[in-house]
């Protein structure tokens, strides 16, 4: 009996038998990029992620600034703080629910297109800001673009990317998401909070022109009938000089099976709701995590502990680390595979929230309160315990173990969620299904993001650090018992095998 995919690592695993596969030199066409515009249209289609990765963090300088305004309309309190970290997160959910219609509606590229416009208003009304309620509505529709684009860009580039480096393209939203953050830190350094907005207008602009001279998706324009479009699409990607009728019939097979839109007596097929709730527990656990709520608030709670560097340079450090990390998981994704990389992520990601639970609830605690984090005059970790000298080299612990917990989440659980999402999704549900992972992922980082701040105050910091330690454990679990492995596979292939239903993954 043939192995299932779940387990196969082989290169002669093929899940269409009805068809003979391709030879060792139509293999290596079709699955390694001859051409680098295919590069080109990945870089395009993942500014739309640096602008993401730019806004999510825009409130981590910009809070201490605003809570020390001179102008009373912008003076933040401490609720206003919170609201105005959380409010992206509402705005994402909301645009991964606009993209189940639009990206199945407009394409994949033309939504990524579409996310310019809230965005660029959303920078400009906090640019231009002269009361709560402007830097509020701008930071919702900054967050609407960034969960447009969270959902479509991930299918788009699975889409266009040969088997041979999905892996590596895979992990380029959250790479250019990471390297987004990392460049609002380093401004947030130099610039005022003003101009910090004022310039996440560039790379929306710079994203909208790049891709007005892109391809759209070959399988969205062969879903929508477009064929000779797709061929030209697929022969740009690809390049003039490769052999792409092998894979240019995979795919039309693929969608002339698919070429409907799944009905509600479909999605209770196995096949179908199989990927998508794999898909949806993975975005769940991955907010679980904490994430969000450390990246947000990621200098108001190094204010909030004892350390030895300036909060701005340990968000700067490690915005950096997160950086390094991603890059050391697009160059081994499709070395290592996916599950070797979640389960090395989730490890790390565990010890590291460990470590810094333990370190709030018994190490020092600062030697002031911290005017962001602290809704009440306790301090953040709720302990009694002596102040730390201000160069005991003990206050490093929660910059190590945030690059710990970062590079962790950056190895794998970061751009690896994305990557399968893209990947397992059935073809004629990828539209919805993918909209609605972000809305639940959205959702549930809203409530992780509006919370935080509660149960900071109420039982103090380590709480939520002991809470995403035990998350990762799920995660660990998940991954082991529910996770494919797809390394290596093209996207019909991965199809085909839950169509078979050989094994399944929920057992």
Not at 119 to 129: I, P, T
Not at 388 to 393: C, D, G, Q, R
Not at 405 to 419: D, E
Not at 463 to 486: D, H, K, S, Y
Request: one cysteine or more.
């Amino acid at each position: 009996m043939q192995e299932p995919l779940l387990g196969a690592e082989g290169p002669d695993y093929d899940t269409f038998p009805e068809k003979s596969s391709p030879s060792p030199g139509e293999r290596t066409r079709v699955g390694a990029p001859q051409n680098k515009r295919v590069f080109l249209a990945t870089f395009a289609a993942v500014l739309g992620n640096f602008s993401f990765g730019y806004a999510l963090v825009y409130t981590s300088p910009v809070i201490p600034a605003l809570e020390l305004s001179l102008d009373p309309d912008l003076r933040l309190t401490k609720t206003q703080a919170s609201w105005f970290g959380s409010v992206f997160t509402l705005g994402a959910a909301a645009g991964g629910l606009s993209a189940m219609v639009l990206n199945d509606l407009l394409g994949r590229k033309l939504s990524i297109m579409f996310s310019a416009v809230p965005s660029a208003a959303g920078y400009a009304l906090m640019a231009g800001a002269h009361g709560f309620w402007m830097l509020l509505l701008g930071r919702t529709m900054t967050g609407f673009a960034g969960g447009l684009t969270a959902a479509c860009i991930p299918v788009y580039v699975s889409e266009i990317a040969p088997p041979g480096v999905r892996g590596a393209l895979g992990a380029t939203p959250q790479l250019m998401a990471v390297f987004g953050s990392l460049s609002l830190y380093a401004l947030g350094l130099l610039l005022p909070w003003r101009w910090l907005a004022v310039a996440g207008e560039g790379p929306v602009l710079v994203m909208t022109l790049l891709l007005s001279f892109m391809p759209n998706s070959p399988r969205f324009l062969l879903s929508r009938g477009r064929d000779s479009e797709a061929l030209r699409a697929l022969a740009w990607l690809r390049g003039a000089d490769t052999d792409i009728r092998w894979e240019f019939s995979q795919i039309q097979d693929n969608v002339q099976r698919q070429s409907t839109r799944v009905s509600w007596a479909e999605a209770r097929s196995p096949h179908v709701y199989r990927p998508i709730v794999i898909a949806l527990l993975m975005r769940f656990l991955q907010q679980l995590t904490g994430i969000t709520p450390i990246l947000v608030y990621l200098q108001p709670i190094f204010e909030s502990t004892a350390v030895l560097l300036p909060p701005k340079d340990d968000a700067a450090i490690v915005g950096a680390v997160r950086l390094f990390s991603v890059l050391i998981a697009a160059l081994t994704m499709d070395l290592a595979g996916r599950k070797v990389l979640l389960f090395v992520s989730a490890t790390i990601m565990f010890a590291a929230n460990l470590t810094l639970g333990l370190y709030v609830h018994l190490g020092p605690k600062p030697p002031t309160p911290n005017s962001t984090v602290e809704l009440e005059s306790v301090p953040l970790g709720g302990t009694e315990q002596p102040l730390a000298a201000p160069t005991s080299y003990l206050t490093l612990v929660p910059l190590v173990a945030t690059m710990l917990f970062i590079m962790g989440y950056a190895m794998g659980w970061g751009p690896i969620t994305w990557l399968l999402m893209s990947e397992i999704l059935p073809l004629q549900a990828r539209g919805v299904a993918s909209g609605l992972c972000v809305l639940v992922s959205w959702l549930t980082a809203f409530a992780l993001t509006k919370s935080f701040l509660l149960v900071v105050n109420a039982f103090g910091l380590q709480v939520p650090f002991f809470f995403f330690a035990a998350i990762c454990l799920v995660n660990l679990l998940f991954t082991g018992c529910c996770v494919p492995e797809t390394k290596g596979r093209s996207l019909e292939q991965i199809e085909s095998f839950f169509r078979t239903g050989r094994r399944s993954f929920l057992h």
